[in-house]
């Protein structure tokens, strides 16, 4: 029976490995990467509600009356 011959082993895997890592690069510098959105501030107007044009006086509650 005839041995097997693991001579060039390191080669074939070597060159497998880093054209394995030449092609990852390739792959990722034509990947198009979103970029960040920006935050968008809505144009919201601001309701006028009726208390908010009058003053109005806060009164405490009964049970905490200072003489």
């Known amino acids: 029976m005839p041995q097997l011959d693991t001579s060039t082993w390191l080669v074939t895997i070597?060159?497998?490995i880093l054209t394995l890592f030449i092609l990852m690069q390739l792959k990722f510098t034509k990947h198009y990467f979103h970029q960040t959105p920006m935050p968008d501030t809505?144009?919201?107007?601001?309701?006028?509600?009726?208390?908010e044009t009058k003053w109005t006086k806060i009164y405490l509650p009964p049970s905490s009356l200072q003489r």
């Open 14 to 16: 070597t060159s497998m």
């Open 42 to 51: 809505p144009n919201s107007t601001k309701q006028q509600t009726p208390w």
